[in-house]
């Protein structure tokens, strides 16, 4: 049962344009959202989290928005730069519990 | 300061055989978590561990055991070896149960032949 989805498995975007990445989850308890970056051969790095009490979360070039009602939330990365290619994971947490459940990625690829 | 690190980067087993992956968190944090990522999947949670104690466990056998020492460090130990169990092996280091972000190491590419 996979509780967080990315259905979009590829994004292609030119440089200075705006990415959009999408993330669905179907669990209500979820309350705070993450999303990742994810270079071949590295670790997950943390970008930018939202709570659910908010809305939308701003930092620099990514901004978050969450839709509660519609269970959907998406990152803006504007404008988009080669050095953003990777790929994104949406993560989402319930409560205090630490553990964390990951969407499968969409894979950003920024062209020149 | 230093990240998440792990050891070894890379590691080669054969089937029924016993691998032991290590994690040193951040400086400072005090609860680690294990995941794991095959090809073309995000991360599953395997097991959470704060202040040496077990506070979460993902839907993973019984092969699959952890434990976290007193400064912190952990261990992942998978006993009887499945080709299945060849994926990205990833610790996550967070401050306290109250933080929300994770922060991973590099991980550890464990492959099963």
């Known amino acids: 049962d996979q509780q967080v989805k990315q259905n979009s498995p590829s994004l292609s975007v030119q440089e200075g344009r705006i990415s959009i990445l999408n993330c669905d989850y179907t669990?209500?308890?979820?309350?705070?959202f993450l999303w990742y970056k994810k270079y071949p051969a590295e670790g997950p790095t943390f970008l930018i989290s939202i709570s659910s009490i908010k809305d939308k979360n701003e930092d620099g070039r990514f901004t978050v928005f969450l839709n509660k009602s519609a269970k959907h939330l998406s990152l803006h990365i504007v404008p988009s730069q080669p050095g953003d290619s990777a790929v994104y994971f949406c993560?989402?947490?319930?409560?205090?519990?630490?553990?964390?459940?990951f969407g499968t990625g969409t894979r950003l690829q920024v062209t020149l | 300061d230093a990240g998440v690190t792990q050891s070894p980067t890379h590691l080669i087993k054969t089937r029924g055989q016993h691998v032991t992956l290590r994690c040193s968190p951040i400086?400072?944090?005090?609860?680690v978590s294990w995941y794991q990522q095959v090809l073309g999947q995000g991360p599953q949670f395997i097991f959470q561990?704060?202040?040496?104690?077990?506070?979460g466990r993902g839907n993973f056998p019984d092969r699959f055991s952890a434990r976290q020492f007193p400064n912190y460090s952990s261990e992942l130990n998978v006993n009887a070896l499945l080709l299945g169990d060849s994926a990205l092996y990833l610790c996550?280091?967070?401050?306290?149960?109250?933080?929300?972000?994770?922060?991973f190491g590099q991980g550890t590419r464990l492959t099963v032949v």
């Open positions: 993560a989402a947490k319930t409560g205090t519990a630490s553990k964390l459940t």
């Open positions: 400086s400072g944090h005090k609860s």
């Open positions: 669990n209500s308890m979820f309350d705070y």
């Open positions: 561990y704060y202040e040496k104690e077990e506070r």
């Open positions: 996550a280091s967070i401050q306290s149960t109250m933080n929300t972000e994770a922060f």
